[in-house]
């Protein structure tokens, strides 16, 4: 049975950073793509980053791009997402997830982790 399971949010101020973390289990994680998304309350589920099985290939939307680092370590089967410079705008429910490849879209990922929910207060 696969299961993602994600840790790591909380209530953090403008400006400041977390780091979440999400553990995977049931499947082998080396030959998965993996992506993290985020949806607030009344929006649709939009992506937030994606990171190839061998972590050499990276993908943000402009929104994230350069405050965002998702990164993987293989041998702990588990994928991280690094957040600086948060702003009020990325509070949502954050979900990791995991897919035979690459992608942005939610359609594009098989599992997904429970969520873990990110406050910024301004």
């Known amino acids: 049975q696969v299961q993602l399971v994600d840790s790591g949010g909380g209530l953090v101020q403008a400006g400041g950073s977390l780091r979440l973390s999400c553990a995977a289990s049931g499947l082998t994680f080396s030959n998965y793509a993996m992506g993290w998304f985020r949806q607030a309350p009344g929006k649709e589920r939009e992506f937030v980053a994606t990171?190839?099985?061998?972590?050499?290939?990276?993908n943000y939307p402009n929104s994230v791009k350069g405050r965002f680092t998702i990164s993987r370590d293989n041998a702990k089967n588990t994928v991280y997402l690094q957040m600086t410079s948060l702003k009020p705008e990325d509070t949502a429910v954050y979900y990791c997830?995991?897919?035979?490849?690459?992608?942005?879209?939610?359609?594009?990922?098989?599992?997904w982790g429970q969520g873990t929910q990110v406050t910024v207060s301004s």
């Open positions: 990171i190839s099985w061998s972590g050499t290939y990276t």
């Open positions: 997830a995991a897919a035979p490849k690459v992608g942005a879209s939610t359609y594009d990922y098989n599992y």
